[in-house]
């Protein structure tokens, strides 16, 4: 019989992304990725699938079920959904048990979450099942994940592109000294393909399509070769399935409009970074994490836009779960680098 009561649960540190979720168990590690999907009946709200299973339904279920990403732009865009799949996550993560004594949880949040977005992801976690959710800015997670010295009084610019959101961030002295959260990254990528291709050839591609382009053959910077990728879709005239090969060369271009508002916020971050620690950047380099990061040529672009080194971290969309799970394992240490909890709306 499956042994289904215990004492103390595990802590947890949670990557609540709008693309993708990451659970860290204290001692173990990352022990789930999963995207950040749940498809719902649409008339009863009653939650069918999470995760990986939800993901498979995008643009495929009968207009009954709904695949929603309740994560919209890095913030809770619906509370009730976000609160069942962290519920999910959580209790994945720890094995479907009981406990007596509930789990800390650390959670990250985006740099510009106002506070009422922070106090609805605090109780969301308190809701799923946390004894306690301290929270911690998106680009401090990801700065510790990708092993910079977050805690000396030196400066370390990191930029955070993930599915919603972009961080860029300059830290010293477990403070973020500047920052600024731009709310467009790989999802408005995806969007950038999807209207090109609509523009160009008459043809309707899904997100899931879109985000194949861009990670088999997208780029920030011109690359040597060109190579093609074949695309289905519905051609919007006949209404019937076509398919099509687009090139490296135009994926590029209809990408350019993204890539360039990622670099102008690093250059405008750059800019109110006070000069003893844009002289420190200026010899240590820009650390790029999150998803986002692995589009190729991105590093290449905003070393050539800023002239300066460019470093994608070793498993850029782990960053920020191990940021959190380096938080959780040091909490005493690192208490400084948390956010303060606020209370709760029902404490409030
Ligand atoms: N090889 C790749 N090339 C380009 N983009 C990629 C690649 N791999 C993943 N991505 C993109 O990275 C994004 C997801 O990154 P990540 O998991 O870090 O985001 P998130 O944490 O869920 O989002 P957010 O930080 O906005 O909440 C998606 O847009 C995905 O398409």
New binding site residues.
Partial sequence: MAFKFGLVAKDLGI????????VYVKGRGVVLLEP?VVAIRKETGQVLAVGNEAKQMIGRTPGNIVAIRP?K??VIADFDITYNMLKHFINKALGDKTYLIKPNVVVCV?SGATAVEERAIRDAALAAGAREAYLIE?PMAAAIGAGLPVEEPTGNLIV????????VAVISFGGIVTSQSLRI???E??EAIINHIKKTYNLMIGERTA?EI??NI?SAYPQDTVTTYEVKGRDLITGLPRTIEVSSEEIYKALKEPVSAIVEAIKATLEKTPPELAADIMDRGIML????S???GLDKLISAETHMPVHVAEE??YC?AYGTGKALENLNVLRNVLKTPKKSIKEA
């Fill in positions: 990557d609540l992304g709008t693309a993708n979720s990451l950040s994560m732009d890095g985006p998106e955070d592109i993930g599915g919603g959101t972009t961080e990254a790989g999802d990528m995806d985000e861009k990670i997208g994490a999150g998803g986002g692995l589009l190729k850029p969309m920020v």
